[in-house]
């Protein structure tokens, strides 16, 4: 039986689709096979391959195999795919459209179609993400049942994807049961309750392996821990998003692996290495001149160590044939990405004390991880200045969101924080998301999420967003 990786993916997943019925796809199957070859003959013989027969994961050695899937689609709904993590960046300041692809200029303009066919595919790789790892929970419980970490890691990415559901979508995000035969349509729910899911689910991975100490179970638990507090973020329970990460090390890591034998890590290959998208500024140099832009953040010019960026060599265009490309050598062909670490518990620690007025702390949090910076993606910073005190509630929690902005870029959290600095923070809408005119030539929208695309509309129970607030 071959060994299997927790989080680099042996097999590099197709996702497929029957109907409304979202499935493992065939490589579950066949690495089911590999690892049971009594069920061999049964997996190569199904008459329709994107369906399993349910006696081919009937086993221990199966139910590992629908978990290795579950894994594999976990990793496509964050750096393994055009995912809404990439995606969420345009809608937000940290890309700028630079393909010929329409679907990516939508979300750069903020005016994003129904039938934009790219967020439709994101909605079903997250919505996929939760059908096989409540599969992968169903056959772990009853061939592996004192598998606590494995059953945990799948409630771990359930509770994940969950949550960037709520962070990236309208409000009105049906989670509908997918394991079962008929479907069972879930009802459009609002973000906070979405959310409020996401909690449950992360509850369910932190209950399997607390108290464990063997060094997998540490590590799902303190990935549960900060992931169910960033969740508590959206819903704005600061305090308790803090006492969840409390002693959480900074060195801590849930990472998504890649390898050229198994998939591209999706950051570098459409930003560098398709250029299909140029890291977002003040500024858009193409064919037809210099445009103005008006992102919270630019982070091309900022010449922040911690994001690398440059156009190179000089004068090199993007996919589009027009735009000036702006890259970032940040990530690499198969760097590994933190998906969860805690860096993000020293976030909210850092939020929470500018929240409260405790400048000192605050700083504290912020300057001690300028002054040893960790290791970001390709990138190890030299050690940062010191930051100042800038004296009033609001400028502390824009340094805070600003620094997050940098410790986290393009890891899946600046839309959803752009999001919350409206909702939660008051701020207006022209003061974090780019208005006026595009550089493509029309004016900017007013879209601050991802819309749940038409294609949902085969549930009987949504008629679409119930709103696109923030």
Not at 312 to 329: E, F, L, R, Y
Not at 344 to 353: L, P, T, V
Not at 451 to 462: C, K
Request: with cysteine; aromatic share 6%; charged share 15%.
């Amino acid at each position: 039986m071959p060994t299997f990786q927790r989080h680099p993916m042996t097999t590099s997943p197709k996702v497929q689709r029957r109907g409304r019925l979202l499935l493992v796809a065939t490589v579950v199957a066949l690495t089911a096979a590999a690892c049971n070859n009594s069920i061999t003959d049964s997996a190569l013989s199904v008459a329709e391959p994107n369906i399993i027969d349910p006696t081919a994961v009937s086993s221990a050695d199966g139910a590992t195999a629908l978990k290795v899937g579950a894994l594999a689609r976990f990793r496509n709904m964050t750096a393994g795919s055009e995912s809404s993590w990439l995606f969420g960046g345009l809608l937000a300041d940290e890309w700028v459209t630079s393909s010929t692809f329409i679907q990516n200029d939508e979300a750069d303009e903020r005016s994003i179609s129904l039938n934009n066919s790219t967020v439709t595919g994101q909605f079903r790789t997250i919505n996929q993400v939760r059908t096989a790892a409540n599969q992968a929970i169903a056959g772990l419980r009853k061939y592996k049942p004192t598998s606590a970490a494995e059953i945990a890691e799948m409630y771990l990415a359930r509770g994940f994807a969950e949550m960037q559901l709520a962070q990236d979508f309208c409000n009105g995000i049906p989670l509908s049961d997918a394991t079962v035969n008929p479907v069972v349509y879930g009802s459009p729910l609002t973000n906070a309750a979405v959310f409020t899911v996401s909690l449950a689910s992360y509850d369910s991975a932190i209950a399997l392996v607390s108290g464990l100490t063997d060094a997998t179970s540490i590590l799902i638990t303190r990935a549960a821990k900060v992931g169910r507090a960033r969740a508590q973020l959206g819903l704005k329970d600061l305090s308790g998003a803090v006492a969840q990460v409390a002693g959480i090390p900074t060195t801590f890591s849930y990472d998504h692996t890649f390898a050229t034998s198994s998939g591209d890590n999706i950051l570098w290959s459409q930003p560098l290495s398709s250029r299909r998208y140029s890291v977002g500024d003040t500024t858009v140099k193409t064919s037809a001149g210099t445009f103005s832009t008006q992102p919270a953040i630019p982070f091309a010019s900022a010449k922040d160590p911690r994001l690398p960026v440059a156009n190179t060599p000089a004068g090199t265009k993007s996919q589009d044939g027009s735009v000036i490309s702006m890259t970032t050598t940040l990530w690499a062909q198969s760097t590994t990405v933190p998906v969860i670490n805690g860096i993000d518990a020293r976030m909210i620690e850092a939020e929470a004390a500018a929240v409260n007025g405790d400048a000192a702390t605050m700083l504290t949090i912020l300057n001690t991880l300028r002054a040893a910076p960790p290791l970001l993606g390709t990138v190890q910073a030299a050690a940062m200045p010191a930051l100042v005190d800038p004296g009033t509630q609001a400028s502390r929690i824009d340094l805070v969101f600003r620094e997050k902005a940098f410790w986290t870029f393009s890891r899946g959290q600046r839309l959803s924080d752009m999001r919350r600095l409206m909702r939660q923070y008051g701020r207006a809408e022209a003061t974090v998301f780019s208005t006026g005119t595009h550089f493509r030539g029309v004016p900017y929208g007013h879209d601050v999420n991802l819309p749940v695309p038409q294609d949902e509309t085969n549930n009987p129970n949504f008629k679409g967003c119930l709103d696109r607030l923030p």
